[in-house]
């Protein structure tokens, strides 16, 4: 028997986890979706504990999380309402779609009662004597049967029973106003609707990033690195993927800018941010002299005050229209030392991807130091550049290509292979003296009399 006041320790299951199998049973989520989520949930380390609550810019999902407050221009939104009413959630779209019809029928059936009214049509008649006056809307007698007219005329349904007569102008005049009102409130009702079910963000909805980030080393430099898919087979036509780094910075007058929007190039050949998504790319950027990533290491990642947005731009194949996905990464979710594992398989003259190791990585070996330590270490110092002279033969320029003979030069800034020999030369006007001038050619040195000596 179990002792009284001991206490029992439940499971608690993953409650959202559980909603996606669920979903997924009932087919409302792709498989891939589903397997994608399950195995990043799976290597997720548990942080649940150690995690501050730290506030982001772009969430998860791609919604903005920010919260406007004391917005004194209220008018300004009714000066787009068709953009007001898109941007709306359904709820109140709905609600404001029936109250616009609503609305619209209460106030012309109250005119057309009016006009029955004033005309003499409500007065009570024998209904076997039809010598009476014409009225101006054929039975209409109480307000009932002149709402029930207003919806006939408004919506077009003509059940015949009630219509215009010639006897009224006023009702003639009153019928092609409310037709036109009509016409004007399904028009903008039904494009609301349509701009609401056929919003970019619904495509969005299929594009997968990574749930981490990696810094791993690639090409023996330290580079960033994240994981994006399509789940759908319809491709995403003229695709740019756009990296923000938004960080708080202090300027060198001690102005505090909290939010510093700075740009991260990604790598490509074509030196552009098309991708062409046809399968799950890894986009890295090679952190390097000049990122805003460039003094981050191992030891500061925790301690670092900023986040990463990603931002996929494209055009619907299917529809046309651009949409826009976005994610973010924040230094919790950027794992040091790790990389990607391959998830692209060639099977049966095809290309298989296997969607359950979408977010899987891998612990590789890796310095902890930041590109500028490690820069430092390998002799790269700011603002200086060692020169040498170089015979016949290849000589490394920087790390990005290779030319034949002159110096070469570390830094980020070269300098052309003469500025040294013009300050020489200055020097030796300035003294009057013999002075050797190391020109480069293609194998030899070339002996230069100095101007004090032109004279001889």
Same mark, same amino acid.
């Given at each position: 028997?179990?002792?009284?006041?001991?206490?029992?320790?439940?499971?608690?299951?993953?409650?959202?986890?559980? !909603?996606?199998?669920?979903?997924?049973?009932?087919?409302?989520?792709?498989?891939g979706? /589903?397997l994608?989520?399950?195995?990043e949930?799976?290597?997720q380390?548990?942080r649940?504990?150690?995690?501050?609550?730290?506030?982001?810019?772009?969430?998860?999902?791609?919604?903005c999380?920010?919260?406007?407050?004391?917005?004194r221009?209220?008018?300004?939104f009714?000066?787009?309402v068709f953009?007001?009413m898109?941007?709306?959630?359904?709820q109140?779209?709905?609600?404001?779609?029936t109250? *616009?019809?609503?609305?619209?029928?209460?106030?012309?059936?109250?005119?057309?009662?009016?006009?029955?009214?004033?005309?003499?049509?409500?007065?009570?008649?024998?209904?076997?004597?039809?010598?009476?006056?014409?009225?101006?809307?054929?039975?209409?007698?109480?307000?009932?049967?002149?709402?029930?007219? &207003?919806?006939?005329?408004?919506?077009?349904?003509?059940?015949?029973?009630?219509?215009?007569?010639?006897e009224?102008?006023?009702? !003639? !005049?009153?019928?092609?106003?409310?037709?036109?009102?009509?016409?004007?409130?399904? *028009?903008?009702?039904?494009?609301?609707?349509?701009?609401?079910?056929?919003q970019?963000?619904r495509?969005?909805?299929?594009?997968?990033?990574?749930?981490?980030?990696?810094i791993?080393?690639?090409?023996?430099?330290?580079?960033?690195?994240?994981?994006?898919?399509?789940?759908?087979k319809?491709?995403?036509?003229? *695709?740019?993927?756009?990296?923000?780094?938004? +960080?708080?910075?202090?300027?060198?007058?001690?102005?505090?800018?909290?939010?510093?929007? /700075?740009?991260?190039?990604?790598?490509?050949?074509? +030196? &552009?941010?098309?991708?062409?998504?046809?399968?799950?790319?890894i986009?890295?950027?090679?952190?390097?002299?000049?990122?805003?990533?460039?003094d981050?290491?191992?030891?500061?990642? *925790?301690?670092?005050?900023?986040e !990463?947005?990603?931002?996929?731009?494209?055009?619907?194949?299917?529809?046309g229209?651009?949409?826009?996905?976005?994610?973010s990464?924040?230094?919790?979710?950027?794992?040091?030392?790790?990389?990607?594992v391959?998830?692209?398989?060639?099977?049966?003259?095809?290309?298989?991807?296997?969607?359950?190791?979408?977010?899987?990585?891998?612990?590789?070996?890796?310095?902890? /130091?930041?590109?500028?330590?490690?820069? =430092?270490?390998? #002799?790269?110092?700011?603002?200086? &550049?060692?020169?040498?002279?170089?015979?016949w033969g290849?000589?490394?320029?920087g790390?990005?290509?290779?030319?034949?003979?002159?110096?070469?030069?570390?830094?980020?800034?070269p300098?052309?292979w003469?500025?040294?020999?013009?300050?020489?030369?200055k020097?030796?006007?300035?003294?009057?003296?013999?002075?050797?001038?190391?020109?480069?050619?293609?194998? +030899? =040195?070339?002996e230069?009399? #100095?101007?004090?000596?032109? &004279?001889?």
């Open positions: 028997m179990m002792r009284m006041g001991m206490k029992v320790k439940r499971r608690v299951p993953n409650f959202p986890g559980s !909603i996606s199998i669920m979903l997924a049973r009932k087919g409302l989520l792709p498989d979706f /589903l994608t989520r399950l195995a949930d799976q290597n380390p548990n649940s504990h150690t995690r501050s609550l730290r506030a982001r810019f772009i969430t998860k999902t791609g919604s999380n920010v919260v406007h407050k004391n917005i221009e209220q008018g300004r009714l000066q787009d953009t007001t898109v941007d709306l959630k359904w109140y779209s709905l609600l404001i779609f109250s *616009a019809f609503l609305c619209s029928w209460m106030l012309f059936a109250m005119i057309w009662w009016l006009l029955a009214f004033a005309h003499g049509d409500l007065e009570p008649r024998d209904p076997d004597n039809d010598s009476g006056p014409v009225p101006c809307v054929t039975a209409i007698h109480s307000f009932t049967s002149a709402f029930l007219f &207003s919806i006939e005329v408004q919506v077009t349904i003509g059940f015949g029973g009630r219509m215009v007569t010639e009224c102008p006023v009702a !003639i !005049i009153t019928l092609i106003i409310q037709n036109i009102l009509g016409l004007i409130i399904n *028009a903008v009702m039904l494009g609301c609707v349509f701009m609401k079910t056929a970019a963000n495509r969005a909805e299929t594009l997968i990033f990574s749930r981490n980030a990696v791993a080393t690639r090409n023996g430099r330290p580079t960033f690195m994240f994981r994006v898919g399509d789940l759908r319809s491709m995403i036509i003229s *695709a740019t993927m756009q990296l923000q780094v938004i +960080r708080r910075t202090v300027t060198t007058e001690g102005e505090v800018v909290p939010v510093c929007q /700075l740009d991260i190039q990604v790598e490509n050949p074509l +030196r &552009s941010n098309g991708i062409f998504l046809v399968s799950p790319l986009i890295s950027h090679t952190i390097e002299r000049g990122s805003p990533l460039y981050l290491s191992a030891q500061s990642l *925790a301690t670092e005050d900023l !990463i947005i990603v931002i996929l731009e494209g055009v619907v194949e299917t529809t229209i651009t949409m826009q996905a976005r994610t990464y924040t230094p919790e979710e950027i794992l040091w030392g790790q990389r990607f391959s998830i692209i398989t060639e099977e049966d003259g095809r290309y298989c991807v296997d969607y359950s190791k979408f977010g899987n990585t891998v612990p590789v070996r890796m310095s902890l /130091l930041s590109a500028k330590e490690l820069d =430092q270490t390998r #002799g790269i110092q700011e603002g200086t &550049s060692e020169t040498h002279l170089q015979g290849l000589v490394r320029a790390r990005g290509g290779f030319r034949r003979g002159g110096r070469t030069c570390d830094g980020s800034a300098q052309p003469y500025a040294q020999s013009e300050k020489q030369e020097d030796a006007e300035q003294k009057g003296k013999k002075k050797k001038v190391q020109l480069e050619v293609i194998g +030899r =040195q070339v230069e009399e #100095g101007p004090g000596d032109m &004279s001889d």
